[in-house]
């Protein structure tokens, strides 16, 4: 089960990076986002998975689940929520003031 997710993982990484080396601004915070969601699958997977296992130690239970994978997957997610908010937030204001999403023309290079 952890290599499937592995794989998922890479693969999410993988389209992440390259959405981040696009043109548009949108395809540039959709990567983001993609990159985030990679980076908590490989987080989730170090863990360990395993299904059925309390994830609080109480007195005879030897076999658990840890839970700070959880724990760090969760504030990833709010900040990596607050993230993609700013940066849609300037994606929409540098188009609206520009009139393009292009990153090409916003650095100066049209001729190219």
């Not at 390259?18 to 601004?25: A, D, F, G, M, V």
């Not at 990159?35 to 994830?55: C, V």
């Not at 504030?75 to 929520?81: A, L, M, Q, R």
Request: a neutral charge; aromatic letters at 4%; glycine letters at 8%.
């Amino acid at each position: 089960m952890e290599i499937i997710i592995s794989i998922l993982a890479g693969i999410l990484i993988a389209t992440g990076v390259y959405n981040l080396l696009q043109k548009q601004l949108l395809r540039i915070v959709i990567g983001t986002g993609l990159l985030s969601h990679g980076a908590h699958l490989f987080i989730l997977t170090m863990g360990k998975l395993k299904r059925g296992q309390p994830p609080v130690l109480e007195d005879n239970i030897t076999n658990y689940t840890d839970p700070l994978p959880q724990a760090l997957i969760l504030t990833s997610i709010v900040i990596s929520f607050g993230v993609t908010s700013l940066i849609l937030v300037l994606a929409y204001r540098t188009a609206n003031e520009n009139k393009t999403d292009n990153m090409e023309q916003l650095r100066g290079n049209e001729n190219e």
